[in-house]
């Protein structure tokens, strides 16, 4: 298929990356370390490396070609119907306070942790998986750094981050979440999917899932069934 093809792709000129012992001694370790996190699609440096430039070129000779498939296929997986109902609980979980989303008042931002959602709506103004996934680990480390930036020596706990960023991806008006979501699964790089954006996608498509199972009958006044995730 032309994902396969997709992914095949991207595995082989990472791996090929990673092995050129040229490369690597003419660029030195660091270099070559930023080339391998540029593959798997962090946006971490400012620096343009080859990896960067080798994987957007495949994403754009292979997505550009196939946009109105893709769009056709996705369609099928993702019926607007879904969204359109995704996007009701949304609007009506955007009515309640952080405390609700199984927040401890002591993490409950002033600023509706508002950094971490504007760049995660990024996404929908970004063409490529890779891209986009950046700008999903972007909007994670926003919500660490906006914690760290009170003052406090307290470690934000996974199950303390969970509740955030699912209040942050609420409150994100993202086009189509749910479709954005299967294009990072079906055209992710592969080794992006099993690092830090993976992860961070893993956390993303937890919060949509959460939002999709509850039942919004109790109201704001009741606590939340999260509580702490595990």
Request: glycine share 8%; aromatic share 8%.
């Amino acid at each position: 298929t032309h994902e396969t093809a997709y992914k095949k792709l991207c595995v082989d000129t990472s791996v090929g990356l990673d092995e050129d012992d040229a490369l690597r001694e003419s660029a030195g370790d660091a270099a070559a370390d930023a080339a391998a996190d540029a593959a798997i699609g962090i946006a971490g440096s400012a620096q343009v490396t080859l990896a960067t430039l080798l994987l957007q070129a495949i994403e754009r000779a292979v997505l550009v070609p196939l946009d109105a498939c893709l769009g056709r296929a996705f369609q099928k997986v993702v019926p607007r119907a879904q969204e359109t109902e995704l996007f009701a609980r949304f609007r009506a979980l955007r009515a309640w306070p952080q405390t609700e989303f199984g927040l401890d008042a002591s993490l409950v931002s002033p600023h509706g942790w508002s950094a971490a959602v504007c760049e995660l709506e990024r996404m929908d103004r970004l063409a490529f998986p890779s891209q986009k996934l950046g700008a999903l680990v972007g909007a994670a480390k926003l919500v660490y750094h906006e914690h760290q930036s009170r003052g406090t020596d307290r470690v934000l706990a996974a199950d303390e981050f969970l509740p955030i960023f699912i209040f942050v991806v609420v409150h994100a008006e993202l086009a189509a979440p749910l479709l954005t979501r299967e294009q990072l699964w079906r055209l992710g790089h592969p080794r992006a999917l099993q690092a830090e954006p993976g992860y961070y996608l893993t956390m993303f498509d937890a919060g949509i899932e959460y939002v999709r199972s509850l039942d919004l009958g109790h109201g704001p006044a009741a606590p939340m069934p999260l509580g702490k995730p595990g």
